[in-house]
């Protein structure tokens, strides 16, 4: 086979075929542990990745996130905010998501660029509006692909396949248990 998008295609086909096989190995926990800082600020740091009930300990690198507010919310803006970390890891899944799923057709992508945006009404957290949510309420996505061997409506095809593939962007339309406890 061959390497499309930087993705090997052969590795793709043999990782789709082993969770065929075995379904528990499509079960996979990411983890991340925080610490505050102070004012509006948290540094974290990835932890063990879970797969099929086993740790993969081939992944030792920790990678370093920070996050914090723009002085008009309160923070020092030292960081990235929570509410830009979220479209970024939207657009992170879609990538991925859009470059192993053109790789399995066969569509070799020449380049592709998001652009995200998402809305948030800061009574809900403020506790202005108790009935209003202090959540996201609209994150738009605007897609640009490159892909000069390709048909439009491939390519809107395709993108409607990353849409109901995206790990991320079913957690952001489907209701997710979220349980917090108190250690």
């Known amino acids: 086979m061959s390497v499309i998008n930087d993705i090997d295609v052969q590795a793709l086909q043999t990782n789709t075929a082993a969770v065929r096989a075995n379904p528990q190995l499509g079960q996979a926990t990411f983890s991340v542990n925080g610490s505050w800082r102070g004012g509006c600020r948290l540094t974290a740091q990835t932890g063990a990745l879970t797969q099929g009930r086993e740790q993969d300990d081939t992944r030792i690198a920790r990678y370093v996130m920070s996050g914090d507010e723009p002085t008009t919310l309160l923070g020092t803006d030292s960081a990235v905010s929570p509410a830009e970390y979220l479209p970024q890891a939207l657009a992170g899944c879609y990538t ?3 470059a192993a799923q053109a ?3 066969g569509i070799e992508l020449k380049d592709s660029r998001l652009e995200l945006e998402g809305d948030v009404d800061l009574r809900g957290f403020l506790g202005i509006d108790p ?3 202090p959540g996201l309420q609209q994150v738009r996505v605007r ?3 490159d892909a000069p061997d390709t048909f439009r409506e491939q390519l809107e095809a395709l993108i409607s396949l990353v849409e109901s593939r995206s790990p991320i962007r079913d ?3 489907s209701p997710v ?5 108190l250690a």
């Open 131 to 133: 009935s209003g949510r």
């Open 171 to 173: 957690t952001l339309v």
């Open 96 to 98: 991925v998501t859009l």
């Open 143 to 145: 897609l640009h692909v």
């Open 103 to 105: 790789a399995a057709q």
């Open 177 to 181: 248990d979220v349980v917090t406890t």
